[in-house]
């Protein structure tokens, strides 16, 4: 008999009591070990349950576990704010703490609204986004998110943003380099500025590595070069969504670290709290912030901005990643992992792409890898492969890449301590999962 809950979530999804969490496995009531494949939700950089941290945590505990930002300032969110900016590109030394995703989306947002007021820049307003893009699922953000699957039912109730093709470069089939690629899908960056009159566009924002709208998509490197360069031409403000990418992830602290990338404003959240505590964080240009501070101050703000506890439990995460080399180990082992992936394809002639940067890898199924035609739809294969998957132990995370109604991604990104021999593990039981999932639909599997 199901024990009757009164949560309610996405779906009747399923699922057994959750017992513990040791490093990169997690433990069922029945003591089932499962793989966190996707650390939860692209959260859990450094892994479950790290004693260092948790020690951090009890000794902020112990003195204090909430103080009101306009009442006290606290050690651990300006000692957390420093280490931040000292991480950030140049220039991108104030920050604001958030609880998430999307609180940090809709701040950044917001931040840069305000400044240009500041500015007198009244007329500048439009947001232009990428589609397909994520970026978080509060009223104000859907957005920015676009798309008929997330917010198309909640349309009449926000001001629809413009949005541009995201550079999906693994599907074109043209005789362009990769370079001339990154090129032709910044561009319409600039046609859309153009579009929409120059005098209303106030930022662009973007994943410098697709999330799970796009899974792990990333761009040639021509496209963030001459993205900036666009956005300095018409003045527009260049906002980074690194809410999934942030905090090691892709092999360093930031993902636009790989391409010297300088947005105005950066959003991040997930692993820094790295599940220990809800917690976001934007940075912004100094010389930004004090315009706001000098115009009368952020009209912006959230009772948990800067809790100790979520600080101390932010501050803990960025000292166990500098300590331990986790950073690295993120890069070292999203190699591993990736050639491991692409592998793959060997086998199994229904993958259609393996991409990704660092930790954040994805893999897409196809029904023919010529012409990326999608599996039929009625398969279902985003869930099936996946509750294939945990049925084995292994946690992965999975969405429909192609307007949220066909075409499958899986993302694989475990915690960023994982070993050789636990990716040895993850691809045991990813491979019998594959298996499994292509005798059920008669697709050919090709000797290793």
């Known amino acids: 008999m199901t024990e009757t809950s009164h949560l309610f979530y996405q779906s009747r999804q399923p699922r057994p009591f959750l017992d513990h969490g040791a490093g990169i496995y997690l433990f069922d009531q029945s003591g089932k070990r499962y793989i966190d494949g996707s650390s939860g939700a692209m959260v859990s950089n450094i892994g479950h349950s790290n004693p260092r941290v948790l020690d951090k945590m009890k000794t902020q505990m112990d003195k204090a576990t909430f103080g009101y ?19 950030m590109p140049g220039g991108l030394d104030r920050i604001f703490f958030v609880s998430g995703g999307s609180e940090a989306v809709g701040t950044a947002t917001k931040l840069a609204r305000q400044y240009a007021l500041t500015q007198g820049q009244d007329s500048r307003w439009k947001v232009i986004t990428r589609l397909p893009a994520y970026h978080g699922s509060t009223l104000g953000v859907l957005a920015l998110t676009g798309g008929k699957l997330f917010a198309g039912p909640f349309a009449p109730m926000f001001q629809a943003m413009p949005s541009i093709k995201a550079p999906t470069c693994y599907m074109d089939r043209d005789n362009l380099s990769d370079e001339d690629r990154g090129i032709k899908y910044a561009e319409l960056l600039r046609a859309q500025i153009e579009a929409e009159g120059p005098e209303t566009v106030l930022a662009f924002i973007m994943e410098p590595v697709g999330g799970a709208s796009t899974g792990a998509l990333v761009a040639p490197d021509s496209y963030y070069t001459r993205i900036r360069e666009i956005c300095d031409e018409y003045g527009v403000l260049l906002i980074y969504d690194e809410v999934m990418t942030g905090a090691g992830r892709t092999g360093t602290f930031l993902a636009c670290e790989h391409w010297d990338a300088k947005p105005d404003i950066i959003a991040m959240s997930k692993g820094l709290g790295a599940g220990y505590a809800p917690l976001g964080a934007v940075a912004a240009r100094g010389d930004m912030v004090e315009a706001l ?22 501050l803990a995460v960025i000292e166990e990643m500098e300590q331990h080399d986790i950073i690295e180990n993120a890069a070292a082992m999203g190699d591993l992992l990736k050639a491991r992936l692409e592998g793959l394809m060997d086998r199994y002639p229904f993958i259609g792409d393996v991409r990704g940067k660092g930790l954040l890898l994805a893999f897409e199924l196809v029904a023919d890898r010529e012409t990326m035609e999608p599996l039929p739809k009625d398969w279902n294969a985003h869930s099936e492969l ?19 109604i066909e075409g499958e991604h899986f993302l694989v990104c475990p915690p960023l301590i994982i070993t050789p021999e636990q990716i040895d593990e993850l691809m045991t039981i990813l491979t019998d999962s594959l298996d499994a999932f292509a005798t059920t639909h008669d697709l050919p599997v090709l000797p290793s």
């Open 69 to 87: 930002r306009l009442h006290f300032r606290t050690h651990p969110s300006e000692d957390l704010a420093a280490k931040l900016a000292s991480r």
């Open 293 to 314: 501070l000098d115009a009368g101050g952020f009209l912006h703000g959230f009772t948990y901005a800067g809790n100790p506890l979520a600080c101390a439990a932010g």
């Open 386 to 404: 996946v509750e294939l998957a945990y049925e084995r132990g292994l946690i992965i995370y999975s969405r429909r890449t192609r307007g949220g």
